[in-house]
């Protein structure tokens, strides 16, 4: 079992940007991906971006070149990195993690992120 809790999500004016953290119970580097996804109302989840525990990234074509996943293995954070936020970025956003070839089984509560033209 891994609790995740995400934080950094809040409002911010086209162009700006904001840094999500994603903090997790125990270790999670060696064994699975971790990933954040994001959803809209009314509409299902979709990855934004994957990381694996060899650090090979996946971004979803609407956030290449301005969002950047990361992990600080030593402290079990996962973080995203948004940069010329668009209002098209505006979901709530989720913190996973599981394994790769399966997809995520473990989710966090998700942070806000509003994006105003």
């Known amino acids: 079992q891994v609790q995740l809790v995400e934080s950094g999500g809040g409002s911010v004016q086209a162009g700006g940007s904001l840094r999500l953290s994603c903090a997790a119970s125990?270790?999670?580097?060696?064994?699975?991906?971790m990933a954040w996804f994001r959803q809209y109302p009314g509409k299902e989840r979709e990855r934004v971006a994957r990381i694996s525990p060899g650090g090979g990234t996946l971004y979803a074509d609407s956030v290449k070149g301005r969002f950047t996943i990361s992990r600080d293995n030593t402290k079990n954070t996962l973080f995203l990195q948004m940069n010329s936020l668009k209002p098209e970025d505006t979901a709530m956003y989720y913190c996973?993690?599981?394994?790769?070839?399966?997809?995520?089984?473990?989710w966090g509560q998700g942070t806000q992120v509003t994006v105003s033209s």
């Open positions: 996973a993690a599981g394994p790769c070839n399966s997809g995520a089984i473990w």
């Open positions: 125990r270790n999670t580097a060696s064994s699975y991906c």
